[in-house]
């Protein structure tokens, strides 16, 4: 991926005035980065509220391990000036299409392979600046790894599919790339697949990412290069030489797997969980937490699948994007929702509707 | 010291009776707590400078107790402090003299240890230490460690997001918890979180985290274990100056290689617990580093090896490696025992949580002490340095008079300026009461407001824990009188008092 050169901007003032704007006249927006992630979510209605211009690194000190960017920066173009230093995402986000933003990465919550092993989105964020329903600029959390002073707003926004704010700029912590990576295949049906993606997460191995498909699993290592030798050597199974494509490819959903019709459901199960009977083609992921399926199976009949595993399951590309694609809450759950979408966009500007039917 | 008034008022003590007899309906009789030397065991945390009584304490040992609190608390407009094991050092679980204090010591048990999936379903009155225990058998452990944990409960840990000496490798306490129970403020029962990596919705377990017992009653944790690392080894290296040690940190970082604890102790700190638990602490040296690092036998090796190039070259004057697991243990006993020993060479001390940039450790240092010097206390240094999180423990004595005043003014100083170089007042600790203040310095009056907004969403009618963690507008105002932020007017359109 190259990096698209994109001037270094802060329209963050400009940004606070449209949305204050539309919050006295109650105008729905529709915030929107690339829109590369406009098959995630609901339908939404709205004028385009577009951030891509609000780009740049604000900071980036190596020796911290922090970065501070603005939501509108490109993720090739973050994760290049990271290389450059020998760091990296630790959550290895995917983009799903050339020209995605860090915003709206984060906006979705998005993670990789890596996620089991070192963390989600959430997980490196430690800071942010939003804009509320009231087209207020805010700043919370900060750029140092440790800081309880007030609530986490910052983590409250990941995954909040921006209906709670405008996400301008992150703070997060990076990773030093490995010394080593290497990719080992081995065979076997799914049920032992799954124990053994388990037996290995109960074991103090270095491992950064799984995946399970078509009867073979693949298992990345990722550290020193001793630390990786030594792994192999106890793991087995066959040298992939894999230069990092095959993770790409399930990343970004460019594996064939993901190359059918149907709709793909996103299924995030307790990793031990046996394999579900449903019907339909399956890639499994994430030491097993993270099972993708393409069916044309109801969406009663998909969650119905895991009602008792203590899991929930999202309608992640194609299918009916009118019907509720996530989880819907219990009622409790829905109410402190909805109180919490007052507390930030009590105008209900930002994203009507992107996340549940409700808000 | 500032202690609550001894005796309780006429119009205090007819509620208590009322309140008292109303929960023993739902509770059993000793499990209500109305006299006054049975509430005094309560009156503080481990921020002992604030005392105050409840109004009653409950100690209920069901959640269906808990939920008929809330119940009854709420409609009769009663506030309700949550406390663990009262080993918080913000004031977080202070009692209100108006209000309930409900104790979770009785919610003890560990429910459920899954070890397919490495969960332990908890209840929030476990400690800390109890769940590693528990599990350490089977080889797995749970990673946030505060220096508190024999002591401090799990619920309480979520509730301040706790901390400890692994974190910089092994997060804090929202990397390492999945699931949470909470009763909300009018009794209902919530799941938050799932037993999967992730849950629908907002993040809201992110949201409890750290919530200071403002958001709800936190009845049961399901915690992440992790598989115990094969091989840990310790290095101990002694620095002539603070500064070259505060530099090392970063160098140490910068190789690319995350400790699996990162944590440096001054001079005063080192002679403190060397006197008290003979860890084999060079007392010589102006600053420690003790630098763990861990994983697989071949990676520790590697690790040690570019480690101790690393301090060689930032100037360390002498360095150690623990030979053997004792002796790994006996160097990290005295950096988990130097709260006490600072208390044996002082009367009292007061203990500093602002977190900085790594780059700044040797700056703030210096200032620190330099500060100290101008407010006439000693201050001893001793805390985590990988995540640079501070921790200046002032030593006072509390019966001079004028001396607690100083020390709390030194200490709101101390923040002000972490706040100042890039970082925040409060690492792990907690704003509690302790520093509703310096929240004026660190967040603009729109920022509060939101915060305000959000308790709101869960607890429309303040009763959780109300008037901690986030200071009033006026209250803002009224300090930012007395201290004007680099030279502006915080809040110049509210009212001064
Ligand atoms: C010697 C010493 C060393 C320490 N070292 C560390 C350290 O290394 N790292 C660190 O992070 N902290 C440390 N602490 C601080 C303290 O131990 C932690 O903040 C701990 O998490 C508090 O737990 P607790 O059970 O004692 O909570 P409490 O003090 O009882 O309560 C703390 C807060 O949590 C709320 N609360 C408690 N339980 C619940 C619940 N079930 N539901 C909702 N709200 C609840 C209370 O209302 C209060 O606001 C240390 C303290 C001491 C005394």
Redesign the interface.
Known sequence: MTAAAIPDKDIGEQLCQTVRQAASEGAPLRIQGADTKAFYGRDSEGVVLDVTAHAGVVGY??????ITVRAGTRLAQLESVLADK?QMLGFEPPGYADGATLGGTVAC?FSGPR??YS??A??FVLGTRVI?GRG?L???G????????????S??M???MGT?GVITEVSMKV???P?REATLTLSMPVEQAIRQM?AW??????ISATCFHDDTLRVRLS?????V???VAKIGGEAAGDNGDFWRSVREHRHPFFEDERPLWRL?????SPPSMLDGDWLIE?GG??RWLKTEAAAKTVRGSIAD????A?LFRGGDRSSEV?????S??LE??R??K???DPERVFNRGR??RDF | MSRAAETFTTGKQADREVHAKALRAWLPRHAVLDQVEELRPYECDGLSAYRKLPLLVVLPDTVEQVQAVMRYCAREEVPVVARGAGTGLSGGALPLEHGVLLSLAKFNRILDIDLVNRTARVQPGVRNLAISEAVSASGFYYAPDPSSQIACSIGGNVAENAGGLHCLKYGLTVHNILKLQVVTVDGDLVTIGSDSLDAPGYDLLALMTGSEGMLGIIVEITVRLLPKPESAKLIMASFADVEKAGDAVGDIIATGIIPGGLEMMDNMATRATEDFVHAGYDVDAAAILLCELDGTPEEVEDDILRVTKVLQRSGCTDLRIAKDEQERQLFWSGRKAAFPAAGRISPDYYCIDGTIPRKQIGYVLTRVAEMGAEYGLRVANVFHAGDGNLHPLILYDGNQPGELERTEELGGKILELCVEVGGTITGEHGVGVEKIDQMCVQFQPEELTQFHALKQAFDPKQLLNPGKAVPTLSRCAEFGAMHVHKGELKFPHLERF
Do not use: C, I
């Not at chain 1, 000190?61 to 922090?66: D, K, N, Q, R």
């Not at chain 1, 997460?201 to 270095?206: D, E, R, S, T, V």
């Open positions: 000190e190596p020796s911290e391990l922090v020998g919550g996620r089991p963390g989600a959430r997980d509320n207020e805010l700043r919370f900060g750029e140092v790894m440790k800081n309880v002073a007030g609530y986490d707003v983590r409250l990941v995954g909040a709670l990773l030093p790339v010394a388990n997460a109960g074991q103090p191995l270095p550290g020193s290069e001793k630390g030798a030594a792994a995030s199960v307790p990793q031990g994430w937490g993270q595993s203590g899991g929930h999202t996530f989880q819907p809450l219990t409790r759950l402190l929702h109180n919490l007052n507390a930030f996340m549940y």
